[in-house]
T-cell receptor, first 109, second 116 residues
Framework: DAKTTQPNSMESNEEEPVHLPCNHS???????IHWYRQLPSQGPEYVIH???SNVNNRMASLAIAEDRKSSTLILHRATLRDAAVYYC??????????FGTGTSLTVIP | GAVVSQHPSWVICKSGTSVKIECRSL??????MFWYRQFPKQSLMLMAT?????????EQGVEKDKFLINHASLTLSTLTVTSAHPEDSSFYIC????????????FGDGTRLSIL
């Protein structure tokens, strides 16, 4: 199963943009790139996903490299509620998700 | 609002007890659901894929006789932890996705299981 690599932790100041990177060098042509975030004692929350083109929604933007071996989740203005563990996941052919270690985002007031 | 409901939210029981956790898709039918386990400070680990009307597919190292999965309808999957012991204490999470290639998965809020 294709794996992802993310920094263990990142910090951001409140109201500033945050760029969360993810490497997935073994991605296959049909793998969708998904981003989820998880607050303590809660299930993961869907953030955004894409295949090849950059994607925008009300929560975030997803920038996908041209070779698809990396992607970046962009939070345009970090708030305290954005503090969470962010997971970058490649969906397997059977639709399973294999979670990596994720990035713990701390937002500084 | 939530599209996947998990019940109970938490359960405390004695060692040797069997515990059933329910996962429901609220406004869509799910032929496939997924069960995960998460220990403190760790990531989610996929345990099994629950298939409606057929046997579940377990990940390597997960005991199928220990973690019984039943997916009897298109909106309900259950995970039963049989003869639970303290080492089974964990956060159990389910997920489901709508039909369609590009659909994301929706996760339940998890079940905190504590075995005394």
């Amino acid at each position: 199963d294709a794996k992802t690599t993310q920094p263990n932790s990142m910090e951001s100041n409140e109201e500033e943009p945050v760029h969360l990177p993810c490497n997935h060098s073994t991605i296959s042509g049909t793998d969708y790139i998904h981003w989820y975030r998880q607050l303590p004692s809660q299930g993961p929350e869907y953030v955004i996903h894409g295949l090849t083109s950059n994607v925008n929604n009300r929560m975030a933007s997803l920038a996908i490299a041209e070779d698809r071996k990396s992607s970046t989740l962009i939070l345009h203005r970090a708030t305290l509620r954005d503090a969470a563990v962010y997971y970058c996941i490649l969906r397997a052919s059977g639709n399973q998700f294999y979670f990596g270690t994720g990035t713990s985002l701390t937002v500084i007031p | 609002g939530a599209v996947v409901s998990q019940h109970p939210s938490w359960v405390i029981c004695k060692s040797g007890t069997s515990v059933k956790i329910e996962c429901r898709s609220l406004d869509f039918q799910a032929t496939t659901m997924f069960w995960y386990r998460q220990f403190p400070k760790q990531s989610l680990m996929l345990m099994a894929t629950s298939n409606e009307g057929s046997k579940a597919t377990y990940e390597q190292g997960v005991e199928k006789d220990k973690f019984l999965i039943n997916h009897a309808s298109l909106t309900l999957s259950t995970l039963t932890v049989t003869s639970a012991h303290p080492e089974d204490s964990s956060f159990y999470i389910c997920s489901a996705r709508r039909q369609g290639t590009a659909q994301p998965q929706h996760f339940g809020d998890g079940t905190r299981l504590s075995i005394l």
